[in-house]
Structure formats: C-alpha cells, structure tokens
T-cell receptor, first 111, second 114 residues
Framework: GEDVEQSLFLSVREGDSSVINCTYT??????LYWYKQEPGAGLQLLTY?????DMKQDQRLTVLLNKKDKHLSLRIADTQTGDSAIYFC???????????FGTGTKLQVIP | DSGVTQTPKHLITATGQRVTLRCSPR?????VYWYQQSLDQGLQFLIQ???????AKGNILERFSAQQFPDLHSELNLSSLELGDSALYFC?????????????FGPGTRLTVL
C-alpha cells in the first residue's frame, strides 16, 4: 500500500528558506500535495504537483519532485512567523483512490 | 474560508454514546471525504461519498457509518464511543469523484470522549 514519510520537526530563522521533505512509495502516476495546518484549524491546500512534473513554483513556494527517489520537497522562501504550522505531504494515485497523508512536519519559525 | 462547513465545532460526550457529525460541501462539489486526526494515528482517511453513493473506504471502524444525502451534505455517525475515538474529524469536498481532485477541507469537529 501507499506510505508517505516526513520528518517531524523543522526549525528555521525568520527570513531564511525552509525546506520540508517527504518520501512516498506509490509507483503509479500520482498526485502529490502539500497542506498547511495552523493550530486549531483545518487543512489548507498549499499546492500540488502531478508525478510527470519536476518542479512547480507559486510565489514563495517551490515544489521539487525527484521521481527516481520518490522524494518531494517544499521550499518556502523568506520564511515568516506566520508560516509556523504543521505541513502535510499527501499522495493520491490517479483514479478513484484514497489520499494518504504523511505524519506532518511541524515548522517553527524563530523571530 | 474553504467553503466547506462542519458542525458542531466541538463535541464532548461519554463512552458508549452515539454522535452525528455533519458536513456541507462547497457549492457545486459532489464528493465528500471524511478523515480522523488523532495524536497517535495521525491523519487517517475514513470514507468517501460521491453524489450520494459510497465510493471508497479507508480505515473506518464498523462502529462508524456515514451517508451522503440528496442535497449532498454528509453525516458521519459514531456509535459505542470509546476513549480512543477522541480526535479531530475533518471532512473535505471535491468537485468530481477522483481523490486526485483538489480537496478542500472544513474546519473540523473536535470530539472528546470522557
């Protein structure tokens, strides 16, 4: 079955770049997502990428996909204190399949 | 605001009881997904409905059931509640029935079982 793994914690200084990593196991064509969850709130979709893409950029967010290693990363440029949250990586194989989430990475931004 | 609404926001009940959680999808979305988020299990997919019919099933216990009504809102019923059922329950909606469609999450219902 699908498995998605993330490191649990990342601490960065305000203004630096943050890189959150994720590995997945599904080998079929798949969608890969990044969600943000702020304390006490639901999940907010940040961005997504299809497995035939290598990179996607959206303002301060850059998603990089290494298909060979099944490694996905989310880079946040100029990290702000408002970026402090838990970031979930998720994958969903094409078709009518469920979404599998990683454990989440807690990002702490130090002022 | 994702456009997905969930009620109630908080629910406190006792073991052995039964509760119903409600979700209204975004306008125009036909599919609803239910998830459970707890400290020890992380975020788990429970079940998906598309246009009133069950489409996919995940790690949903037999004590739990769900349905989607003709107006597309969905209810998740949790019965014979146990302490371990305490969690945040999210629903998400998509326009189509594919899990690959972008999911928009509601704010969640926090269930506490005492």
């Amino acid at each position: 079955g699908e498995d998605v793994e993330q490191s649990l914690f990342l601490s960065v200084r305000e203004g630096d770049s943050s890189v959150i990593n994720c590995t997945y196991t599904d080998s079929s064509s798949t969608y890969l997502y990044w969600y943000k969850q702020e304390p006490g709130a639901g999940l907010q979709l940040l961005t997504y990428i299809f497995s035939n893409m290598d990179m996607k950029q959206d303002q301060r967010l850059t998603v990089l996909l290494n298909k060979k290693d099944k490694h996905l990363s989310l880079r946040i440029a100029d990290t702000q204190t408002g970026d402090s949250a838990i970031y979930f990586c998720a994958e969903s194989p094409g078709g009518y399949q469920k979404v599998t989430f990683g454990t989440g990475t807690k990002l702490q931004v130090i002022p | 605001d994702s456009g997905v609404t969930q009620t109630p926001k908080h629910l406190i009940t006792a073991t052995g009881q039964r509760v119903t959680l409600r979700c209204s999808p975004r306008s125009g979305d036909l599919s609803v997904y239910w998830y459970q988020q707890s400290l020890d299990q992380g975020l788990q997919f429970l079940i998906q409905y598309y246009n009133g019919e069950e489409r996919a099933k995940g790690n949903i216990l037999e004590r739990f059931s769900a349905q989607q009504f003709p107006d597309l809102h969905s209810e998740l019923n949790l019965s014979s509640l146990e302490l371990g059922d305490s969690a945040l329950y999210f629903c998400a909606s998509t326009q189509g029935g594919r899990a690959a469609d972008t999911q928009y999450f509601g704010p969640g219902t926090r269930l506490t079982v005492l």
